[in-house]
């Protein structure tokens, strides 16, 4: 079972950067690809990003190719979201989440969640 926790979400102006971090419990944290997704108000739950087990492989969403960058480190059990030129269009709820495989994009694909933090953009 693998426990996470999200943090670093708040309130930035258009342009501005924001690093979200994702704290996970459990043995089994490097055996899980993990990946973070994001949900405005009164649309459905996307994918952002994902990374590979051992941080090798990493995949994103074309709208923040270039932007966002999503990295690990299984010695601390830990995720990031590094957020970059923010648009006002990036404004959600983001979740942190773990997979047994790399490379899925929809969200019941993946096992576990974070209970998410809210990022928000102003213009």
């Known amino acids: 079972q693998v426990h996470l926790v999200e943090s670093g979400g708040g309130l930035v102006q258009a342009g501005g950067s924001l690093r979200l971090s994702c704290a996970a419990s459990?043995?089994?944290?490097?055996?899980?690809?993990m990946g973070w997704f994001r949900q405005a108000p009164g649309k459905e739950r996307e994918f952002v990003a994902a990374?590979?087990?051992?941080?090798?492989?990493?995949y994103y969403a074309e709208f923040v190719k270039g932007r966002f960058t999503i990295s690990r480190y299984n010695a601390k059990n830990m995720v990031w979201l590094q957020m970059n030129s923010l648009k006002p269009e990036d404004t959600a709820i983001y979740y942190c989440t773990a997979d047994r495989e790399f490379g899925h994009t929809v969200a019941p694909a993946y096992e576990y969640w974070g209970q998410g933090t809210q990022v928000t953009v102003s213009s």
């Open positions: 459990g043995r089994t944290f490097s055996s899980h690809s």
């Open positions: 990374i590979s087990r051992s941080g090798g492989q990493t």
